[in-house]
């Protein structure tokens, strides 16, 4: 059986994070594991607080985890601070050996609040950027970490460089949310620079697209097989719960969450 675990932040609408991380796999029939970073309080239209995880509680979570049964591919969302960035990055080159890390890089939410405070930064680029297999930033987290380690971020090339220069071995930088016709994603890796398109669905994002990609593309990794693969196979099934999406409450005025194949 494959066993997937997420480590990243909590939603208690069950529309991103942890809780959407294991909706994703258990309808594409894998087992997923959860150590969460932080307890955010939000709704589906709304984070209106953040309360991290204590570092020792994140770390002696994974190590109960890994020492008894490891997972063959790890996805990690938020980090929410420095502290607890740090006790995963530990916690990660003590225990996960060379496990695959889909690495979503999670700096703030729509609604502008910050998902990882600023002193955590220097952490992740650091320490968890070397140990991503593949990291999935939207543009405007693409360009706040490339300026961090180059002077030019203004092309998905110079910043794709400039991650993969950081340590990332592969990027997808992804462009759903941006108002361009097509949705067009950028990716970067071992003999890949190119551009994956795909449809581009009417209205708001949903809430949770990008926590849903990265869990797909982990749960889609295969040992042996380029990313690139599980890139597109991820982008074709979040491009279909994008299409099923709904409001979560009755009126259906509030944003939409992903509905994933299998699952109501
Ligand atoms: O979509 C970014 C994101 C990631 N992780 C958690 C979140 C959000 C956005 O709200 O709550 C836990």
């Keep these: 059986m494959k066993l997937a675990l997420t480590i990243a932040g909590s939603d208690p609408s069950g529309g991103a994070g942890i809780e959407q991380d294991l909706r994703v796999w258990q309808s594409l029939g894998i087992h997923g594991m959860a150590i969460a970073t932080a307890l955010t309080v939000q709704n589906a239209d709304e984070v209106k607080d953040v ?3 204590n570092p020792q509680l994140v770390s002696d979570r994974m190590q109960a985890l890994f020492e008894a049964h490891p997972p063959s591919v790890i996805k990690l969302g938020m980090v929410a601070n420095a502290d607890v960035a740090q006790a ?3 916690g990660l080159q003590r225990w996960a050996g060379n496990i695959p890390l889909v690495h979503d890089p999670v700096l703030s939410a729509s609604s502008g609040t910050h998902l990882l405070e600023p002193s955590g930064l220097r952490v992740l680029l650091k320490r ?5 297999t593949v990291l999935t930033p939207n543009w405007d987290e693409a360009v706040r970490l490339s300026l961090q380690v180059a ?3 203004g092309t998905h090339e110079e910043c794709a460089a400039a991650l993969q220069k950081a340590g990332a071995d592969w990027i997808c930088i992804t462009g759903g949310d941006r108002n361009e016709p097509k949705a067009r994603d950028f990716v970067s890796g071992l003999g890949v620079s190119e551009y994956m398109e795909g449809e581009r669905h009417p209205g708001p994002s949903p809430h949770g697209t990008g926590c849903a990609f990265s869990a797909a593309t982990a749960a889609f990794l295969k040992p042996g097989q380029s990313p690139f693969s599980a890139l597109k196979a991820a982008k074709a099934y979040v491009s279909n719960a994008i299409g099923r999406a709904r409001p979560l409450d009755a009126a259906g005025q509030g944003r939409r969450v992903l509905v994933f194949d ?3």
């Design 262 to 264: 299998g699952l109501q």
């Design 151 to 153: 002077s030019a971020a």
């Design 88 to 90: 995963v990055a530990e």
């Design 51 to 53: 309360k991290p995880v």
């Design 128 to 132: 968890l950027l070397p140990r991503t």
